[in-house]
């Protein structure tokens, strides 16, 4: 996995400033190009 999908994830958890122990799962969906 390139760490460059990983940065929108890491931007949503900062804007909700959710802790990140209630997050059990993400989903990472991508196209086929």
């Known amino acids: ?3 460059n999908a ?3 994830v890491e931007k949503v958890l900062q804007d ?3 802790d ?3 997050i ?3 989903i990472l969906i991508s ?3």
């Open 16 to 18: 909700d400033k959710d």
């Open 20 to 22: 990140k122990g209630n």
């Open 6 to 8: 990983l940065e929108p």
């Open 31 to 33: 196209g086929s190009t």
């Open 1 to 3: 996995m390139r760490l």
């Open 24 to 26: 059990h799962e993400i």
